[in-house]
Every structure is written in structure tokens, then in C-alpha cells.
């Protein structure tokens, strides 16, 4: 049966190479079954690599050890379908060493024991190098872990750890001494469209625009996929370019299976198991959401709230915009009704900057909640629009000499009274220019009963209200 990524196993289109064995080679298994198309279209060079710039970029220390072939012990540490394993390969064939690897799931001390052996005997004949890559080694026991100090000390063996837990916690610390580690991210949507335009360019051996298009192979060695298609597993995969290449392989097999042309939104969102949002990132539903989301948190209204985040968040809503939108609701509606709810929205801004999705859809979450359910205010916007309106009607006034940051010829100045010399820390004196005086811009709400009250006493006690 032909298929998307039937193609010609020694090379493909696009700069991908469909392989099977770890560095080079066929697609086929030992048993004569097909690799997964995630395996047969991975990269084997830095050019082909897609992510992780922050790591990559020219000169950095990664990419020269990579690009001189001094392959050396590292931790890749981060989430699934990131690209460890990739960069693991890629490492071991710039530098020319025979590729060993272990899952720690599954492995134990006799298999490490093994790879051991014979890397030595490598090294020992032939003077060849090799690259032990041990998936999840945060599993290991220290014991385990404890068996592979002498061999990555003493050369035979270069070992690359991919945890997908913090290195820190799990990897005990003499091992992880001797470390390099690498804090790998979650690609973005971006990046992983760009996975699976090549990996269906390179496969299918037609580009990339003619695919999107719906052009099919002249041969029916390949079927189209629409771009929505594309779009969708970008933005619904979270940053996993493994899951989105298996989602749409999984999507091509079932099109030709049936006998349809092309691969469709359809087919990728059951492949996917995920409902495609319609939601347009750049139009109005893009505005239509967000406004829904603050009118719903404006109404202390938190499953609402939830609703729509939950949707931005699936139709694949940049979540930096989102937070922008809850930084500025917390002073715009809620004040100092409840100060902290500032904090609690720059904290989640923060969270989405340094955590990223998947995860920082749980501080997301928890901002959406504390803002719906905090008091109400928008006193602290009316009284800037108040005092705004005053200076555009009767300009700037000249501020009196007693506050003055400096002496100017022809100027008077002096006479300043600190607060701090006073009980109570309070001063009778005037600090609104003359011809203001007397104004009242701030005007507390309900919700700022305790601000009202503490207001109230200060002007009494600096005699600018009637006690």
C-alpha cells in the first residue's frame, strides 16, 4: 500500500534521510517491520536539527563540541519529543563514535555492564569511541548509576543522560559532577510545523507548497495534506514533535486505507484523539475570546473564567497574550480591592515566561480562578482618568518651590516639611500646586472600604477635610 512517507530509504527529499538502523541505513526492522515515521525522517546534522537555538546558536559551547567532534558526557535534560535523542545521535556521528542505547526502564546492571565491555573492546581493537544515550536515567538507582563512574572516568564510554525529571533531584551527585547539563525546551508550534512540513516534503519527495496546496505525487506514492491539518497537530501536540509525526502518520495510513486523496483536519484530530478548536488566532474570534474571558473574570464568574482560557488554550492562543490580558485586569478591575491579585497575575506572567506550556496552564489556571473570585474595583482607573482630564482642561501647573528638586535662578525654593518629623508620619502641608488644591481625583469603591477609612483619617489629620 503506498503512503505519504513511502520514499526511497537511502535518501529523501528536503534534507531528510529515512533510516533504520541508529545512524544510517534502511527503514526496516530487523523483523522486517517499518520504523516509525519520527525514526525514519530524524535528522542526522545540526542544519536539519529544528529548536533548541538557545543551545545551538553559533559558537556556543554545544554546538563546537558537536561541530569539532569532541563528543562529551551530558545531561539533556527535558521534556518528551524535544529532540534528545536527535541531538544524542547527532553527537555520536559528528564525532565518529559507535552509538549505544539503553533505556533505563527496561535496562538493567547487566545490560550497562555489556554496553561497557564493549566499549572497551572497541576502544581497545580499534581505537574506537562510544556514545552510551540512556533514556530516562533518572530511573536508574544509585547503585546502577554508581556502576557507570568508572567507565565514563577512565574513557571507554561517553555517556549522554536524557531525564525527563529535574537532573538535580535524581541523578545523584557524583554522577551528575561530571556532567555537562542541557535544559532542552518544548518546541513551539512553529517549530514542530516546520518538523512535519519536512518530515511530508522529504517523505513524499514533492515541496512543501505543493503539498499544502493538495498535490499529490504524479506516481500515488503520496497524498496531500491540507494545511489545516499541519496547523492543527502544530498547535495541539504541546511542543511534542514525537506525538505530531506519529499523529500524522497514523492520519496518512487511515486517508490511504480509505481511499481519500488527502490527509484532512479531520483525520489528524481523530489520529490526535483531540477536537480541533475553531478558533483564529489573528481574527476575530482571536478578540472575540479574550474579551469573553475578561467580561466573564470582570464578573467574578470563575467557571466562565475557565471556559474560555480553556479554549484559547486549545485553539492554540499564545499564552503571553493571555497573561498580558490578566496583568492588566488586575489593576484595571480588581485594585486595591485585593493588591495581591497584581502579584498573583505577575507571577503566572512569569511562570508563563520561564515554564512554558503544558505546564504553565496550571498558574494560568489558578490566576484565572483568584481574579474571578477576588472583590471588584476600577477606583484606582477612574481616579487617574479624573486627574488626566483636569491637566488636558487646565494644563500643567507650575509645582510649588517647597518640592522642588533644586535650586533655579529667579526661583523660589525651600521650605519642605517631612512627614517624618511629625506623629503619625503627617504633614499639614499643601503638595498640590495653587489652583488645585482641593481636588479630589481618588475616590474609593465599596470594595476599598479599608483605603476609604485610612483616607478619611489622613485628611483629617493634615487638616484637608472637615473632621
Known sequence: MNTLFDADPDAG????????????????????????????????????????????????????????????????????????????RIVAER?????????????????????????????????????????????????????????????????IGAPTENPALRVNGARLSRLRVYALQALTPEEVGTVLRRAAAGAAGVEVEALAAGAADPQGDALAVEEEAFDFLAARSEGDARTALNALELAASTAAELGEARVSLQRVEDALQRRAVLYDKKGDRHYDYISAWIKATR????????????????????PRFIVRRMVILASEDIGNADPGALSVATAAAHAVEHVGLPEARYALAQAAIYLSLAPKSDAAGRALSAAERHVREHGAAPVPGQLRSGPRPGQDRG?????????????????????????????????????????????????????
Open 415 to 467: 521650605g519642605y516639611d517631612n512627614p517624618h518629623r511629625h506623629p503619625g508620619h503627617l504633614s499639614s502641608q499643601q503638595l498640590l500646586p495653587e489652583g488645585v488644591a482641593g481636588e479630589r481625583f481618588y475616590e474609593p469603591d465599596e470594595a476599598e472600604a479599608e483605603l476609604a477609612a485610612r483616607l478619611q483619617r489622613i485628611r483629617q489629620e493634615r487638616g484637608r477635610e472637615a473632621r
Open 13 to 88: 527529499a528536503g534534507g531528510l534521510q529515512a533510516r533504520g538502523d541508529p545512524i544510517g541505513g534502511r527503514g526496516g526492522t530487523a523483523d522486517g517491520q517499518e520504523h516509525p515515521l519520527a525514526v525514519r525522517v530524524r535528522p542526522r546534522s545540526l542544519e536539519q536539527f529544528v529548536g533548541q537555538s538557545h543551545l545551538l546558536a553559533p559558537g556556543s559551547a554545544l554546538r563546537t563540541a558537536i561541530e569539532r567532534g569532541s563528543a562529551h558526557s551530558m545531561v539533556l535534560y527535558g521534556p518528551p519529543g524535544s529532540g534528545k535523542t536527535t541531538l544524542a
Open 95 to 159: 564525532s565518529g563514535a559507535a552509538f549505544e542505547e539503553l533505556s533505563a526502564v527496561a535496562a538493567g546492571r547487566a545490560e550497562v555492564r555489556a554496553v561497557i565491555e564493549r566499549a572497551a573492546h572497541r576502544r581497545d581493537t580499534s581505537g574506537g569511541q562510544t556514545v552510551l544515550f540512556l533514556d530516562e536515567i533518572h530511573r536508574f538507582n544509585k547503585a546502577q548509576q554508581d556502576a557507570l563512574l568508572p567507565a565514563v572516568e577512565e574513557g571507554p564510554v561517553t555517556l
Open 299 to 318: 464578573g467574578s464568574d470563575p467557571d466562565a473564567s475557565l471556559y474560555y482560557l480553556a479554549v484559547m488554550l486549545e485553539g492554540g492562543e499564545d
